[in-house]
């Protein structure tokens, strides 16, 4: 067990530019899913996925946000025309389809706009 | 739809005394209950889980928690705190249907003082 692994840890981008995170899970779980955290506040649910199929988004993820998972394994998020609002940490997390698995989270993706 | 809420944001305790951090839920359906900790710059690793059973589940570094059904309650305790304690607490709950999405609380900053 590797852990869930997020790239990268930190990232500095001007407003208005383009930023793509990735994420690779355990490897043998199916289900993976996007978290944000801003200061001082649980994460939030930004979408899920089950193998490569995208099955749920939050309405928090706006028409600037996608996120892919093309052959079920690791995944893309991309934030296009980067706000300052959209500064926070990126939370990816995986887990088996077993309903009694728990969420392993990776150490996340730190963002900030300037 | 499922919601969290962690009573308390801070709480402030010496090392070796008792601690308990107050967490209330909300659903509709039957749900599974989580509380994780994240340390500073990390991602969240999960403490314990409540999945069914006892209502008394044991969980890493010591904490136990117990589920009151009727009170829609999930208290994390710890007998005795060390130092190494200090960090953000998160309590979690996710329904049993559709994404099984975690839904989490704003979280509790337990401070341990000397």
């Known amino acids: 067990d590797t852990g869930v692994s997020q790239n990268p840890r930190h990232k500095i981008t001007k407003r208005g530019q383009n930023v793509t995170f990735r994420c690779d899970p355990i490897?043998?779980?199916?289900?993976l899913y996007w978290y944000r955290q801003t200061l001082g506040q649980g994460p939030e649910f930004l979408t899920y996925?089950?193998?490569?199929?995208?099955?749920?988004k939050s309405r928090l993820l706006s028409d600037r946000f996608s996120a892919e998972r093309p052959k079920g394994s690791f995944s893309t998020l991309e934030i296009q025309r980067t706000e300052q609002g959209d500064s926070a940490m990126y939370l990816c997390?995986?887990?088996?389809?077993?309903?009694?698995?728990?969420?392993?989270f990776g150490n996340g993706t730190r963002l900030t706009v300037t | 739809a499922q919601s969290v809420t962690q009573l308390d944001s801070q709480v402030p305790v010496f090392e070796e005394a008792p601690v308990e951090l107050r967490c209330n839920y909300s659903?509709?359906?039957?749900?599974?209950l989580f509380w994780y900790v994240q340390y500073p710059n990390q991602g969240l690793q999960l403490l314990l889980k409540y999945l069914s059973g006892s209502t008394l589940v044991k969980g890493i570094n010591g904490f136990e928690a117990e589920f009151n059904k009727s009170q829609t309650s999930f208290h994390l305790r710890k007998p005795s705190v060390h130092i190494s304690d200090t960090a953000e607490y998160f309590c979690a709950v996710r329904g049993l249907g559709g994404a099984q999405k975690l839904v989490f609380g704003q979280g509790t900053r337990l401070t341990i003082n000397p």
């Open positions: 997390a995986s887990r088996t389809g077993s309903l009694n698995s728990p969420l392993h």
């Open positions: 659903s509709s359906v039957s749900v599974y």
């Open positions: 996925f089950q193998n490569e199929a995208q099955l749920e």
């Open positions: 490897s043998e779980h199916n289900r």
